[in-house]
């Protein structure tokens, strides 16, 4: 079934033009709306990328998914200022702190008292890291320049980590579907290994 809907796929340039701008908008929606397993985007656009005949297809959706993420996070921050600043706060810095654990939060701040903005980086490349760190950056008032100089490198490092996950993926497979299946997976087992070993942590601690 799937390899009669491989097989029924457009032309590249066809691909090309639909997915590039979808990818964007996915992975922009993702870091906004932090529900979006943007890495898996990523890593299937490249398993995609990988199959094609155009030697800038990995280059272009690097830079697509990489600016994509900045855009995200820069409106994410920029409105989770609007709430700090607010007697009331807002709706985005409610869904910011809601998604931030206590304990992850506390952490992120120590870290970021230590290491300041080069923090943004790790935070990025950890799972489930990336709200707690923006959120400790919006209490302790940190200046939007500031933080888009340092969600720079942490956007380019984060789509050159979920690229490389598609390219190995999609490299032990000769059809891209079967690449895509194979890197989905891997992203969300990546994904997914914090959190079970928070649990399971926290069963045996008890």
């Not at 998914?65 to 985005?92: E, H, M, P, T």
């Not at 299946?181 to 997914?192: D, F, K, P, Q, R």
Request: charged content about 15%; aromatic content about 8%; glycine content about 8%.
């Amino acid at each position: 079934m799937i390899q009669q809907v491989v097989g029924q796929l457009p032309p590249e340039s066809t691909q090309q033009a639909v997915g590039y701008p979808s990818l964007f908008l996915l992975v922009a929606l993702g870091a906004l709306v932090p529900v979006v397993p943007t890495g898996a985007l990523v890593s299937s656009a490249a398993v995609v990328a990988l199959h094609q005949s155009s030697p800038f297809s990995l280059l272009i959706a690097f830079a697509v998914a990489s600016a994509a993420a900045f855009l995200g996070d820069i409106c994410l921050y920029w409105l989770g200022q609007r709430g700090v600043r607010s007697k009331n706060g807002s709706k985005w810095l409610r869904t910011i702190r809601d998604r931030a654990a206590p304990e992850r939060l506390a952490q992120a701040q120590q870290k970021l008292d230590e290491h300041g903005a080069a923090v943004l980086v790790l935070s990025r490349l950890v799972p489930a890291g990336r709200i707690p760190v923006m959120l400790a950056c919006l209490l302790g008032r940190m200046p939007l320049r500031r933080f888009a100089r340092g969600d720079v490198p942490a956007c380019l490092a984060w789509a050159a980590t979920y690229q490389l996950i598609g390219i190995l993926g999609g490299s032990l497979f000769p059809e891209p579907w079967q690449g895509v299946v194979a890197a989905v997976g891997l992203t969300l087992l990546i994904s997914g290994l914090p959190a079970v070993w928070r649990k399971a942590r926290a069963r045996f601690s008890h």
